[in-house]
């Protein structure tokens, strides 16, 4: 089968389209809003390009591809942002660019469009390659394209593909499409064909969690964290029962003290488990800290490298966590960073780290964190806690994190490239740099969530997670919504205003990015507000 491909080289001939709603010739490679401006034999791509329909890549030439939005592309392009690797988008020009979430996210030789796309920064036109024009944002973009709504003219907005459109909500729309609550018209279904694309609901279950504490009992932990204040050891153990006390109904901890004791044959030594993983073992776990003291070295890759053999965290069934408490450096020449990959995370069993007070090793601890598959977005990659407060919330987001945030699948789907997640109805970026949103792991056949998904889908009984296989499908997903929107936590992917908790969809992220104008938290992806400018989370 042989077609000639000239999306990319299309002469606009119906003009008006990009300006407001028309009826056009529907040939291959003409612009659209929806399946119906293309003739019977095409599909209109994410991309607002009419493009020959298939099922699979054996429907396309032989220079092309099958697009999950069911439109030939070439083999190096894109029809869709689930065309390109994670953490990119596809543009209007159908080749995947970066993605970003706003000012700074593109580093220092690029910046962030209103389209949610990197490009090489510019002062004139001359920074740029042929064909392109200066963005007033002071981005590369292509001549009759723009980078924000101040490039285009009177009356239109910079659309999601970097194009200058008329505001729909005066306009209208082509037949096929809806107006959006951003002024911009969408397909009314994601494919841009019939009313379903024949993508499958797949069947998974919520899996539960353990959690073994390595507490951290060397004798620095009897110091105060601030001058004339209780001891680390005090604060400590009162935020772990509060934590175990409140989650066990839930989660399944154990309790593993280090050094084994304060004398010279001892000072070194991991120790035994305190407490057995197990069900409702917080008054146990309470016990044993009250029947403990502080004392001796910190012998941080002995203790992980002892978690490693912990029997109830070989169970497949199961999440299965460590969660490592220290307010110092490894002081018995273990090394943690290789216990926790090789010990650890080989066998399937993450590792939390939280650092209290000012004497951590932050090097050490974030690459802990690391090997232990749990690092955090920014700075520092670890929990860092300074104080009572700052403790106790670190405890309750791994805590909450560890409550249900892993689903799974009742099979390992053929192809992980054509799953699609859904939050309370809305399509959730794939995330493999673990900050927010979700990944897929082959290796476990689950579906984890990250940062406040996981808070949502964890704490939220109400929240409704969909996983859909082989093709964008948003027929199948629920359509009653809570108040009026999906109420997703800040930093989520989201399509309107509506889908958000604080009301705020800013291109496609639930709150301001980061350098965002702000007056509270509630307003900010990050949740944190600064000196009036939206910051990056806690550490």
Known sequence: MTHSFRWLVFVVSC????????????????????????????????????????????????????????????????????????????????????????????????????????????????????????????????????????????????????RCVSDCRSA??????????????????????????????????????????????SGSMNEPIVTNGSSKWSIATTAIKQVTAQYEAQIQFGLGLFPAGGTTALRCVAGPTAVTVGDRKASAIAAALDQNAPGGNTPIGGVLTSAGLVPELVDATRANYVMLVTDGTETCNGNGVQAAADNLAMKGIKTFVIGFGGQVDATNLADLATAGGTPRPGTPKYYQADDAPGLLAAFNLIAQGALGCEYRLAMAPPDPSKVFVYVNGVLQNRDV????????????????????????VATDPSARVSIVYGCRDDTLIEVDRRDGGAQLPNGS??????????????????????????TAGTQCASSVCTNGRCAPGIN
Not at 131 to 160: N, W
Not at 190 to 212: H, I, R, W
Not at 442 to 455: K, S, W
């Open 15 to 162: 003009s008006t389209l990009l300006l407001g709603a028309c009826s056009c010739p529907g040939a291959l490679g003409a612009p659209c809003q929806s399946g119906t401006d293309c003739s019977s034999t095409l599909t209109c791509l994410d991309t607002r390009t009419c493009a020959s329909k298939c099922a699979n890549d054996t429907n396309c030439a032989s220079d092309e591809k099958c697009s999950t939005s069911h439109g030939c592309v070439p083999k190096t392009g894109c029809g869709a942002d689930s065309d390109c690797l994670t953490g990119q988008a596809c543009t209007s020009a159908g080749t995947c660019a970066q993605s970003c979430q706003g000012p700074g996210s593109c580093g220092s030789t690029a910046v962030c469009l209103e389209s949610g796309t990197c490009t090489a920064k510019c002062t004139t036109a001359a920074d740029c390659a042929a064909g392109e024009k200066c963005s007033r944002v002071g981005g590369c973009v292509p001549g009759t394209g723009c980078g924000v709504k101040e490039d285009c003219a009177a009356g239109q907005l910079c659309d999601s593909l970097g």
């Open 172 to 217: 209208g729309c082509n037949p096929g499409s809806t107006c959006g609550a951003n002024g911009q018209c969408a397909k009314a279904n994601p494919d841009g064909g019939p009313t379903t694309c024949g993508g499958e609901l797949f069947q998974a279950v919520k899996v539960n969690s353990n959690m073994y504490i390595a507490f951290d009992k």
């Open 433 to 456: 740099s673990h900050a927010n949103g979700w990944d897929y792991s082959p290796a476990t056949v689950r579906i984890t969530f990250y940062g406040g998904l996981c808070t949502l």
């Open 493 to 518: 992917a989201c399509t309107v205003n509506a889908d958000c908790a604080n009301g705020l969809c800013n291109v496609g992220i639930c709150g301001l990015p980061e350098g965002g104008n702000c």
